[in-house]
């Protein structure tokens, strides 16, 4: 199987849509529609046609591309059924354990409640790459809106069971920022402390933080690392299970200023 060609597309101000092309079939993807004229100059600057849509979870800010862009290329609506009337345009309502076929690729749908309590991750299998939509952003996580933190701690932690070489895409890009809060809570973290400062250069280059490798984020998002002796000294928690710890951090960032 000759490679995926991949293009991730900055929409509205922080906003990624990641474009998944398969030049054996020829079909193409796009994950989230946060706005559709960015998505359509880029599938129309490769000359892709767009044959599915996967949406992570019901916000606007990941949908509102949907009717336009379904409508120009006749793209299939891939969604979570728990959303389903929320969800512009679904053709496909997906559950945890479904598959969704690109060419010769199978793409596992993972069910990550928390964000919402409809949230899908999607990952494609043998290339290991995971699109995590809300749930998961480098160096953080999405805010619980819908679930609460012992369902979204149980969401993270099948995501941090997938392979090392895992490549995260995620639904914005919020890393810098992330980072700020990351360090206020393991400061002595060699490994963060590189990651936020590769991150800094990459921002004042207006690059990308992403995608990340699924190591690389075990090694420095807190929200993966409630086992952080470190992490838990700073909260002052100790001989707690994991969920607590990931919830009292959850909260810390809600009110966290930088
Ligand atoms: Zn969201
Ligand atoms: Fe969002």
């Known amino acids: 199987m000759s490679a995926l060609q991949i293009r991730q597309v900055l929409c509205h101000e922080d906003n990624y849509a990641v474009i998944v092309h398969d030049p054996e079939s020829g079909e193409t993807l796009v994950v989230d529609t946060p706005q559709a004229a960015p998505i359509r100059e880029a599938l129309e600057a490769e000359g892709w046609r767009l044959t599915h849509i996967l949406n992570t979870h ?16 006749g793209a299939k609506v891939h969604g979570p059924a728990h959303d389903k009337n929320r969800i512009p345009g679904l053709d496909a309502a997906l559950r945890d354990g479904d598959g969704v076929s690109l060419g010769a690729h199978r793409i596992d749908v993972i069910a990550v409640p928390g964000h919402t309590l409809g949230s899908l991750a999607y990952f494609i299998c043998g290339e290991n790459i995971l699109f995590a939509g809300d749930t998961l952003f480098s160096l953080g996580c999405g805010r619980m809106f819908e679930g609460g933190a012992e369902q979204m701690w149980h969401s993270l932690d099948l995501l941090r069971h997938l392979p090392e070489d895992t490549r995260m895409y995620c639904g914005h890009e919020y890393t810098l920022s992330n980072a700020a809060f990351a360090l206020s809570v393991e400061p002595g973290n060699a490994a963060l402390q590189k990651r936020a400062e590769e991150v800094r250069k990459l921002r004042e280059k207006g690059e990308p933080t992403l995608p990340v490798t699924m190591a690389e984020e075990k090694a420095t998002n ?3 690392r409630p086992e952080s002796e470190e992490i838990r000294k700073s909260l002052g928690l100790h001989a707690l299970e994991n969920w607590r710890v990931f919830g009292e951090l959850r909260q810390m960032k809600d009110n966290f200023k930088a």
């Open 222 to 224: 807190p929200f993966l």
């Open 58 to 73: 019901h916000h606007h800010d990941h949908v509102e591309g949907n009717a336009e862009l379904k409508e120009l290329y």
